[in-house]
């Protein structure tokens, strides 16, 4: 059995101004059915339930896991945690959203993290693993901003 030390944990917290009231931003962003539309590192999504939000999420060449929240706390925070992970390369990971009035807009800040299996591959892959993780969670903000700013 792994311990903590062993864990091989990649967290990522990116943030972005966008110009719409926090409800909005909540709104669009905590819907699991519009995620596919902004977050290409997801191709499917099945909602499971409402109480608590949860959904089945595909991630191509990762696998699938369901999404459950934990805090549903509208327009400030959410935060998710992954549940039967299917994968041969994650064993767990969550996140959590802030959504903070600023400026006349939102300040959405994103963090999230992913459990890997503890393997040699992982140990060398990890900066570049990093750096993706990174690049896909700014990619898919900035297009949930300029969807939610058209």
Do not use: C, H
């Amino acid at each position: 059995m792994a311990t903590r030390a062993d864990r091989q944990l990649i967290t990522v917290s990116e943030s972005i101004w966008v110009n719409r009231p926090p409800e909005a931003v909540y709104d669009y962003t905590a819907d699991f059915a519009t995620r596919t539309a902004w977050d290409r590192s997801i191709s499917e999504v099945t909602i499971l339930g409402t109480e608590p939000r949860s959904a089945r999420i595909t991630v191509p060449g990762l696998g699938r896991t369901s999404v459950v929240m934990r805090l549903d706390r509208r327009p400030e925070r959410t935060s998710a945690v992954f549940q039967d992970v299917d994968s041969r390369w994650i064993t767990g990971g969550g996140g959590a959203w802030q959504y903070a009035p600023e400026e006349g807009g939102t300040r959405w800040t994103v963090t999230n993290s992913v459990e890997f299996r503890p393997t040699w591959l992982f140990r060398l892959l990890r900066p570049f693993i990093s750096r993706n993780i990174r690049a896909n969670t700014r990619r898919a903000m900035a297009a949930a901003k300029r969807i939610l700013e058209t």
